[in-house]
């Protein structure tokens, strides 16, 4: 089998189980002449479960207009949201703040989130959480 000449990479954060093809989707993949429902449904399918979480898609474009997608896990900052209960951070980061983040907290979202992350060390993965808070107005223990 020959290898297929990538084209491009895409990627969009989308809503688990509930992705349309209103903006970014349609006309990030439209440019490149994807099918776009058949990418819709498929992501669909397969964050069916997530739903109401955002699940970034890492999309590869071949040349031939054919595609894969990996899932990611949802955002640091979106766990960090999730994990607080609220739907925002702080309007100013340093001066506001939005909540408070225990050490606990931070350790589970660095563990969670390990496997996109550019490190294997739980601990360099729990400052990459910190700075997230941190720059969305939210105090860290």
């Given at each position: ?5 990538v ?20 006309p ?38 054919t ?7 949802p ?23 939005a909540?408070k ?32 808070a941190?720059?969305?107005?939210i105090?860290?223990?």
């Open positions: 089998m020959a290898v297929k000449k084209k491009t990479i895409i990627k969009l954060n989308l809503p688990a189980g509930v992705a349309t093809a209103a903006p970014p989707v349609g990030a993949l439209g440019q490149h002449g994807l099918p776009i429902m058949e990418f819709i449904k498929a992501y669909n399918e397969r964050t069916a479960k997530l739903k109401g979480e955002i699940i970034p898609a890492v999309i590869t474009v071949f040349e031939d207009r595609f894969s997608f990996i899932t990611k896990l955002p640091v900052a979106a766990m960090i949201l999730k994990t607080l209960g609220i739907e925002k951070g702080g309007g100013k980061p340093g001066k506001e703040s909540g983040l225990t050490k606990a907290q931070t350790e589970q979202i660095a563990k969670t989130k390990l496997p996109d992350l550019n490190t294997t060390d739980v601990k360099a993965a729990m400052k990459v959480v910190a700075g997230t941190r720059s969305m107005g105090q860290v223990e």
